[in-house]
Nanobody, 121 residues
Framework: QVQLVESGGGLVQPGGSLRLSCAASGFTMDYYAIGWFRQAPGKEREGVSCISGSDGSTHYADSVQGRFTISRDNAKNTVYLQMNSLKPEDTAVYYC??????????????WGQGTQVTVSS
C-alpha cells in the first residue's frame, strides 16, 4: 500500500524556520519525483518545490526560491523541505506527493494527508 506521511509542521514566528518531512512506505522513492504543495484557506493548491527521481534536480516556485530547500534521503525513503525566512503568506497546509512527469508540471499522483504550517507573531 502506497503511503506518504508528512510531519514537522507547526506554529512559527515570521523569519523563523521549519523542516517538513515526507516519509514514504509501500514503494521506493528513488525512482519518483516528489513534490511539496500547499493550500492556504480560500486559495487553490499550488506547487512549492519538487525534486526529481532521476538526477535529483530541483524546482522551486518563485515565491519560495532562495528560502526553501528540498532534499531527499533515499536510504530513509524520505524527502525534506527546509523552510527558512518564513513569512505569514507561507501559512498553509503542506502536502507531499509523487509527481507525474517533469517536476515543473507539479502533477500530483499519490498524496499525503498534509501538515499545517502557521507563520504568525
Amino acid at each position: 500500500q502506497v503511503q506518504l506521511v508528512e510531519s514537522g509542521g507547526g506554529l512559527v514566528q515570521p523569519g523563523g524556520s521549519l523542516r517538513l518531512s515526507c516519509a514514504a512506505s509501500g514503494f521506493t522513492m528513488d525512482y519518483y519525483a516528489i513534490g511539496w504543495f500547499r493550500q492556504a484557506p480560500g486559495k487553490e493548491r499550488e506547487g512549492v518545490s519538487c525534486i526529481s527521481g532521476s538526477d535529483g534536480s530541483t524546482h522551486y516556485a518563485d515565491s519560495v526560491q532562495g528560502r526553501f530547500t528540498i532534499s531527499r534521503d533515499n536510504a530513509k525513503n524520505t524527502v525534506y523541505l527546509q523552510m527558512n525566512s518564513l513569512k505569514p503568506e507561507d501559512t498553509a497546509v503542506y502536502y507531499c506527493a509523487t509527481v507525474n512527469g517533469p517536476c515543473s508540471w507539479y502533477r500530483g499522483g499519490y498524496w499525503g494527508q498534509g501538515t499545517q504550517v502557521t507563520v504568525s507573531s
